[in-house]
């Protein structure tokens, strides 16, 4: 009998129980349909963010890798699919530390940043505060309407986050 057939049947050496268990193993799937092999690269690359045992070194190479392959797309759907909000913050503060431009998904995180959760509130007002794309006046105006009618209780990021609305309309 081989090794891994042996370890197959060894009732001690797979506990199910665990792969269930949301503190040690994340439940993010990012749905790979169709994905190119650099697709299934970011894929991984956003995965592996996730892991608790990440060093900051890590963390930072995946930030180079991240901005290498353009992943603006991917990283904003990982962050609609992810069900656990620590999950969310390390993906949305991602956004920012990999140096990439959300501006197209203006919207998306001014909403992330009216989150009455501190740290999601804070990391969506930073990708909002690194956007340096062109975006248009509606999208401006509906950001500023959102932000504005909010219920935070994040007030300070509120009131940055209005501020920089405002600094954008022409």
Known sequence: MTDIVKEL???????????FNEEEYSTLIIKRDGFNKKENNAADLLEGLLDKEITRAESEEIFLKLKESNSVDMMVDAIKKAQRLEEKIIL?????????????HFLFFVELACNDILLLSLEGLTVVENCEGTIDENT??????????????????MIDLITNIKSRIA
Do not use: G
């Not at 503060?93 to 197209?104: P, V």
């Open 92 to 104: 949305t503060a991602a956004c920012w530390e990999s140096c990439l431009d959300f501006s197209k």
């Open 9 to 19: 049947l060894d009732e001690d050496a797979f506990d199910p129980k665990k792969l």
């Open 140 to 157: 401006l105006t509906k950001a500023l309407e959102i932000a504005q009618s909010s219920n935070s209780s994040n007030r300070e990021l």
